[in-house]
């Protein structure tokens, strides 16, 4: 499946550009992922401040605003590649892992079927 560009260059996008973390990742058929899903965008991005803007804990923000794993921290354990819609999984597996305190996430939020999302990537195997 091919993914975004591969360039290797200096991304323009704030907090892990995909075009940086594409060269350095190796393939991975499985994540441990979280993600914060709202309905509305407005939502999303009250979220997504609150990451960037406020350092609020990706955790902490996914059970104020997530409308789906919410009392989980946003956590959806071990997903394999081929489980999830298109557009989330190939975010998700070009995400470099990352931490719930300094967390590597999707910005801009990606748009599925159900909703927006804000994914990031504890572990991979």
């Known amino acids: 499946m091919a993914k975004g560009k591969q360039s290797g260059g200096k991304g323009k996008s704030a907090g892990g550009s995909k075009d940086e973390s594409n060269s350095k990742l190796k393939p991975a058929n499985a994540i441990k992922v979280r993600h914060i899903l ?18 609020m804990r990706f955790d902490k923000v996914a059970e104020l605003y997530s409308e789906d794993k919410a009392k989980a921290g ?14 989330f999984q190939d975010a998700a597996f070009a995400l470099q892992p990352s931490t719930c305190d300094k ?3 999707t910005d801009p939020p990606i748009k599925t ?13």
Request: charged share 25%; net charge positive; aromatic share 6%.
């Open 103 to 105: 967390p590597i996430l």
């Open 38 to 55: 709202c309905e509305k965008h407005s939502r999303i991005m009250e979220a997504l401040a609150k990451i960037k803007e406020e350092n």
């Open 113 to 125: 079927q159900f909703g927006y999302h804000l994914i990031m990537v504890e572990e991979r195997k």
């Open 74 to 87: 946003g956590s959806l354990g071990w997903m394999n590649r081929g489980s999830m819609v298109g557009a």
